[in-house]
């Protein structure tokens, strides 16, 4: 079954930077665009960042030069770095393919303190 396993949460200060990394298994993954999708409190789920199977990237405005998607089609895996984190950068984060699939993981919180 379609299974999205996101990782790398944590606690930083404004101007940190983390790592989230997200393993998926059910899908033909290479063939897949994937994303990076945040949920703050009270706000919907939005898609932030985007990676095509050939490895394309897009991101939402407020991310540019500060995030970067990657995969490895090897692995099955999708990253996000992200720098110069903002407190408004908190929030739950979740992968999922683009568009997303129904198969939702438990996400990553991702909390900035300013």
């Known amino acids: 079954q379609v299974q999205f396993v996101e990782s790398g949460r944590g606690l930083v200060q404004a101007g940190g930077s983390l790592r989230l990394s997200c393993k998926a298994s059910?899908?033909?993954?290479?063939?897949?665009?994937m994303g990076w999708y945040r949920q703050a409190p009270g706000h919907q789920r939005d898609l932030v960042a985007r990676i095509s199977s050939g490895g394309t990237t897009t991101y939402a405005d407020f991310m540019k030069g500060r995030f970067t998607i990657s995969r490895d089609n090897a692995k099955n895996t999708v990253d996000l770095q992200m720098n110069s984190l903002k407190p408004e950068d908190t929030a739950v984060y979740y992968c999922n393919s683009v568009p997303w699939r129904d198969t939702w993981g438990q996400g990553t919180q991702v909390t900035v303190s300013s």
């Open positions: 059910g899908i033909t993954f290479r063939l897949t665009p």
